[in-house]
């Protein structure tokens, strides 16, 4: 069975400070991984993926990611953050060996409050 | 291109009623999957139905249930409502079924009293 640990539940920042969000998974087969953001009273919208290929993801609003299989990590990563980044960041694993069981499983979430 | 669209957006239903859920996934995707949202529990996979069948079902009782028409829109039911039950309950479309890719859309927030 996949999991995802997020293993901060809040991140407060200043405006234009640097942030990373981390996330470590587990599983048994090779993976896809995704960060997820989510505002308030809103849906999920992708910030970026990781299928395979290089480690380094970059996606949008200036976000990126590092996959470090070793390390089974996935770290969100942002230079310099704005007050409109606060919001609610999720990531997720899906089963990357093409099986028929796709599923996306989600860690529970990382708040980051973005402060002037 | 119009996204993923849920309706209603809000609902509100007492212990022991039923409810069901709309979604429309975007044009030409075939795959919807429902998702529940919680405080508590998180993000949590309800089940995925891809051309009209029930491809992957999560840990849910037997109150939950989906189906999906030709169209790809898909609903979910839920009967016999608890107080568990309140949540944000998600859908996500994709082209097909174990796509690298979800879409979501906004979530029907279901409130039982």
């Known amino acids: 069975a996949q999991s995802v640990t997020q293993l901060d539940s809040q991140v407060p920042v200043f405006e234009e400070a640097p942030v990373e969000l981390r996330c470590n998974y587990s599983s048994s087969v090779s993976v896809y991984l995704f960060w997820y953001v989510q505002y308030p009273n809103q849906g999920l919208q992708l910030l970026l993926k990781y299928l395979s290929g290089s480690t380094l993801v970059k996606g949008i609003n200036g976000f990126e990611a590092e996959f470090n299989k070793s390390q089974t990590s996935f770290h969100l990563r942002k230079p310099s953050v704005h007050i409109s980044d606060t919001a609610e960041y999720f990531c997720a694993v899906s089963d990357g060996s093409g099986g028929s069981n796709y599923k996306l499983t989600f860690g529970k979430g990382t708040l980051l409050t973005v402060n002037p | 291109k119009a996204g993923v669209t849920q309706t209603p957006r809000y609902l509100i239903k007492t212990r022991g009623q039923q409810v069901t859920l709309s979604c429309s996934p975007i044009?030409?995707?075939?795959?919807v999957s429902w998702y529940q949202q919680t405080p508590g529990q998180g993000l949590q996979f309800l089940f995925e139905y891809f051309s009209e069948t029930q491809r992957n079902k999560g840990n849910f009782p037997g109150r939950f249930s989906g189906r999906q028409f030709s169209n790809s829109r898909s609903e979910m039911n839920v009967s016999t409502l608890e107080l568990g039950d309140s949540a944000l309950y998600l859908c996500?479309?994709?082209?097909?079924?174990?796509?690298?890719?979800?879409?979501f859309g906004p979530g029907t927030r279901l409130t039982v009293l």
């Open positions: 044009s030409g995707h075939r795959s």
């Open positions: 996500a479309s994709s082209r097909r079924s174990g796509a690298n890719e979800q879409f």
